[in-house]
């Protein structure tokens, strides 16, 4: 089925569940690895989830996790040396860029999802991958926004390490410790992944299009050869000018029939051109 011709309706419930099961999936596993890796007193697991999804707001640049629930317990490992569970939280942007501004990015955050939300609307409501992928990234923004506006700082867990890349830039460190991120961060990354792949394919689809158009404009004689009356009359002229046997360059031979008659002399051209109508000069 042609993706451009999904049902909106359809697509349009499709992007909103995605983006329900991101935020879902984000906020509870932020809970849980604050639960397993945070300070909370030996509360049941259900106790906690109640005392976190009520908190609200910081202190002094200190989101509410970390005023309520530090010190986070040292780093699970999942693959060592390259992959752990590390607890932290961040009141910035990616790399702590703007840290202490959680606030003003939630609105960031927001507007973003808004903008992509009118983007899709208006542009790929009919487009099944497309919806995939700004769904991803509306879910991301929104899973991000609400821990911004809610408790002023981005809870994240996953805590990757990258080998090579340090043996390339030494600065950054061998292995390369890649910022900790969490559910919404990946489901972002995946979907502008997705958008960016698209449009570098529908841009060499365009670019292959206009190559075709241009050859095709340029292709000689692509609707055949076609001559006017004057034209043919030139034709015929310059044949007839020619000696015969090189008018075509081949030469017919016929030999006489047993029983004697008109034969053809041996040198007749294979083909003549016959003259226009009321022109004078040889038949042939």
């Known amino acids: ?28 596993s932020k809970a849980y690895f604050v639960y397993l890796l945070g300070f909370h007193g030996r509360l049941t697991f259900m106790a906690f989830l109640a ?31 390259w992959v752990y569970f590390t607890l932290t939280t961040n009141t910035g942007a ?21 903008l992509l939300y009118a983007v899709w609307l208006r542009s790929f409501r009919r487009h099944a991958a497309m919806t995939w992928a700004l ?32 043996r390339l830039f030494p600065a950054l460190g061998d292995p390369y410790d ?11 990354v995946i ?19 206009r190559r075709k158009m241009q050859a095709a404009a340029f292709t000689p004689y692509r609707e055949g050869l076609v001559l006017d009356d004057d034209a043919l009359r030139g034709l015929r002229a310059l044949a007839a000018a020619q000696p015969r046997p090189e008018v075509f360059g081949l030469t017919r031979h016929f030999s006489l029939p047993e029983g004697g008659g008109d034969g053809v002399p041996e040198d007749e051209p294979c083909c003549t051109v016959p003259a226009a109508p009321g022109e004078e000069g040889d038949g042939g």
């Open 191 to 209: 979907g502008t992944l997705a958008l960016a792949l698209y449009l570098v394919a529908v841009d060499l689809r365009g670019m292959r299009r």
């Open 135 to 166: 769904g991803a990234i509306i879910g991301g923004a929104l899973g991000n926004f609400i821990d911004r506006f809610r408790l002023r700082e981005v809870v994240d867990f996953v805590d990757v390490k990258i080998p090579l890349i340090g």
């Open 51 to 81: 005392r976190y999804f009520t908190l609200w707001g910081g202190e002094h640049h200190v989101g509410a996790v970390r005023l309520h629930f530090a010190p986070f317990l040292p780093p699970h490992p999942v693959l060592p040396p």
């Open 1 to 28: 089925m042609d993706v451009r011709q999904s049902s909106p309706i359809r697509l349009g419930r499709l992007l909103g569940t995605l983006v329900v099961l991101i935020i879902v999936a984000d906020q509870l």
């Open 178 to 188: 890649f910022p900790i991120f969490n559910v919404a961060d990946s489901c972002a």
């Open 94 to 114: 990616a790399w702590s860029i703007f840290e202490g501004n959680s606030l003003l990015l939630s609105f960031v955050s927001l507007a973003m999802a808004a």
